[in-house]
C-alpha cells in the first residue's frame, strides 16, 4: 500500500518541493524588506509628508548650528531705540 513515485516518471527532484538556499535567502530578504517598510508607516496617514516635515526639521538644525557657530552663541536680534 505504499507509494511508489519512481514509477510514475518522476525524479526525486522534481518532487523535492524545498526551494534552493539561494531562493530562500532571496526570500527572506524580500520579506524582512517588506516588513521594514511596512513598520515605518504603520499609523502614519502621509507617510511623504512626514518625511518632508522631518527634512525641514534638520534643516533648522542645521541653520541653528551655522546661526551660533557664526555668532558665537550671540542672539541674532537687534533692538533699536528712537
Do not use: F, W, Y
Not at 514509477?7 to 524582512?32: F, V
Not at 509628508?49 to 546661526?67: I, N
Amino acid at each position: 500500500m505504499g507509494v511508489c513515485l519512481s514509477c510514475c516518471g518522476q525524479s526525486a527532484e522534481e518532487t523535492n518541493l524545498m526551494p534552493s538556499p539561494e531562493e530562500r535567502r532571496q526570500h527572506q530578504l524580500d520579506a524582512a524588506e517588506k516588513r521594514r517598510q511596512e513598520n515605518e508607516s504603520r499609523g502614519i496617514r502621509n507617510p511623504e509628508s512626514v518625511r518632508r516635515q522631518q527634512q525641514r526639521a534638520e534643516e533648522m538644525e542645521r541653520r541653528e548650528e551655522e546661526a551660533a557657530r557664526q555668532g558665537q552663541g550671540q542672539p541674532n536680534l537687534r533692538v533699536r531705540l528712537r
